[in-house]
Antibody, heavy 123, light 109 residues
Framework: QVQLVESGGGVVQPGGSLRLSCAAS????????MHWVRQAPGKGLEWVAF????????YYADSVKGRFTISRDNSKNTLYLQMNSLRAEDTAVYYC????????????????WGQGTLVTVSS | EIVMTQSPATLSVSPGERATLSCRAS??????LAWYQQKPGQAPRLLIY???TRATGIPARFSGSGSGTEFTLTISSLQSEDFAVYYC???????????FGGGTKVEIK
């Protein structure tokens, strides 16, 4: 069965950096685009970033563009999110999510989600 | 950016009753709409995509309808496990834009 396990969350000071990881199993990781979606405490869902199955295309929400970088290592079945210049408003649970459709850029919706990792930006 | 608005924010329903949740888009998204269910402390789960197609393993009591700017998620007979928050999400402008509604909490009446 599909499993997505995030790690790397924690408490970081404003302006700091953090790298999240998402270990994938149960499907052909190299065939699917992958997303990061976040949820601030008590709030709704916000799409953060996407990477194509082969890593050649990446898209970001305006709120994180220029500060966050998504990447993947298909040999390790792992997705990453490098977060720099963190702000208080980046505090959230970060979920990795699998694109439902394989190939090209997918369709833009998610059929499997990890359990999330909490990032807290606070001094 | 396409803004997704869900109503009501909270819906109080008795077990066995029908629940009707609404989602409105600020501009047409055709049928490029998904619905997710999220229970406390859990990740969201895909229920519906293409506005009306149930995802794998989703019970038939969940149905989606609509196109353009107006969408509905109907739960025909609420079970105890259905009390949760429901989000709609448009993917019409993908890439690069994906947006969610603010959610509707379905609570026990």
């Amino acid at each position: 069965q599909v499993q997505l396990v995030e790690s790397g969350g924690g408490v970081v000071q404003p302006g700091g950096s953090l790298r999240l990881s998402c270990a994938a199993s149960g499907f052909t990781f190299s065939s699917y685009g992958m997303h990061w979606v976040r949820q601030a405490p008590g709030k709704g869902l916000e799409w953060v970033a996407f990477i194509r199955y082969d890593g050649s295309n990446k898209y970001y929400a305006d709120s994180v563009k220029g500060r966050f970088t998504i990447s993947r290592d298909n040999s390790k079945n792992t997705l990453y999110l490098q977060m720099n210049s963190l702000r208080a408003e980046d505090t959230a649970v970060y979920y990795c999510a699998k694109e439902r459709s394989s190939g090209w850029l997918g369709r833009g919706y998610f059929d499997y989600w990890g359990q999330g990792t909490l990032v807290t930006v606070s001094s | 950016e396409i803004v997704m608005t869900q109503s009501p924010a909270t819906l109080s329903v008795s077990p066995g009753e029908r629940a009707t949740l609404s989602c409105r888009a600020s501009q047409s998204v055709s049928s490029n709409l998904a619905w997710y269910q999220q229970k406390p402390g859990q990740a969201p789960r895909l229920l519906i995509y293409g506005a009306s197609t149930r995802a794998t393993g989703i019970p038939a009591r969940f149905s989606g309808s609509g196109s353009g700017t107006e969408f509905t998620l109907t739960i025909s007979s609420l079970q105890s496990e259905d009390f949760a928050v429901y989000y709609c999400q448009q993917y019409n402008n993908w890439p690069p834009s994906l947006t969610f509604g603010g959610g509707t909490k379905v609570e026990i009446k």
